[in-house]
């Protein structure tokens, strides 16, 4: 019987969970459609700010540029994560371990910290601020993402697959382009798909490395509310809520998350 009551109280809590998770985005979303600018109530089923949106050229040339941008960043981080994936699996050689342990303070330091550093050192360089420095730092942010998720299928490769095809006289390029990657195609797209979502949400390293009045979706966003808020953000944070959703199911589904298919 108490087995009964832990397992209900366990669902009651998971759905209290998600309801504070999920609540404040549904509303948002909701009131995105409500035709009174003030959230007034009754609510009142409206595309008007949507309308507005699309005659927005300042929130679509930022859109654009953010498309633009974790586009980039999908291309070189997945390029660059995949084939540091493919040495670590290889090669044994030293300083291995270091390097892989390297991978992960720029996901666990906070992104203000990161951003700061970023922002310090391409002025240092003579790089400054601008699209190129945002596109490093979105780049740099993304890659220990896809080293993870392709690494992560890696891990279960059958090496013998790869020594079968040397022995049968197939060159390293051939092994790779015609053994492995199909094997590790899956975890590939979903780290890219990782990578767009990381670039594309970025606020902070964007924020920090951004030229005025070139910035990003997120940066505008923000800057914005801080000049007065209006449904208009309502619309289009709902349209990116919607797009990062969609990119990281699909990402789950190719890196199977939660075991086989």
């Known amino acids: 019987m108490?087995?009964?009551?832990?397992?209900?109280?366990g669902k009651v809590w998971l759905v209290l969970i998600l309801i504070f998770l999920y609540a404040p985005i549904v509303i948002m979303g909701a009131m995105s459609f409500n035709?009174?600018?003030?959230?007034?109530l009754p609510f009142e089923f409206s595309l008007n700010w949507y309308a507005?949106?699309?005659e927005n050229d300042a929130i679509r040339t930022a859109a654009i540029r953010s498309v633009g941008i974790a586009l980039a960043t999908m291309v070189i981080?997945?390029?660059l994560g995949t084939a540091a994936s493919l040495a670590f699996f290889r090669y044994e050689f030293r300083g291995?371990?270091?390097?892989?342990?390297?991978?992960?303070?720029?996901?666990?330091?906070?992104?203000?910290?990161?951003g700061t550093a970023m922002l310090i050192f391409f002025f240092g360089i003579g790089l400054g601020r601008g699209t190129p420095s945002v596109l490093v730092g979105?780049?740099?942010?993304?890659?220990?993402?896809?080293?993870?998720?392709?690494?992560?299928?890696?891990?279960?490769?059958?090496?013998?697959?790869?020594?079968a095809a040397r022995s049968l006289g197939a060159?390293?390029?051939?092994?790779?382009?015609?053994?492995?990657?199909?094997?590790?195609?899956p975890g590939v797209v979903a780290g890219a798909l990782f990578a767009f979502a990381v670039s594309f949400d970025q606020f902070v390293v964007s924020y920090f490395l951004?030229?005025?009045?070139?910035?990003?979706?997120?940066?505008?966003?923000?800057?914005?509310?801080?000049?007065?808020?209006?449904?208009?953000?309502?619309?289009?944070?709902?349209?990116?809520?919607?797009?990062?959703m969609a990119v990281m199911l699909v990402a789950a589904r190719f890196s199977n998350f939660g075991g086989d298919r």
Request: proline share 8%; net charge positive.
């Open 35 to 40: 035709a009174s600018p003030f959230y007034q």
């Open 77 to 79: 981080a997945t390029a």
């Open 210 to 244: 951004s030229e005025p009045g070139d910035a990003t979706l997120p940066v505008l966003i923000y800057t914005s509310i801080r000049k007065g808020f209006t449904p208009e953000i309502n619309a289009v944070s709902t349209i990116i809520i919607i797009i990062s």
């Open 138 to 163: 979105h780049v740099a942010l993304a890659l220990p993402y896809v080293i993870v998720v392709v690494s992560a299928r890696l891990a279960t490769f059958d090496r013998t697959l790869e020594e």
């Open 52 to 54: 507005a949106l699309s």
């Open 171 to 185: 060159g390293a390029w051939t092994v790779t382009r015609r053994v492995t990657l199909p094997w590790i195609m």
């Open 96 to 114: 291995k371990f270091i390097l892989q342990t390297l991978l992960f303070p720029p996901i666990a330091i906070p992104w203000l910290i990161t």
């Open 2 to 9: 108490s087995g009964k009551w832990l397992a209900r109280a």
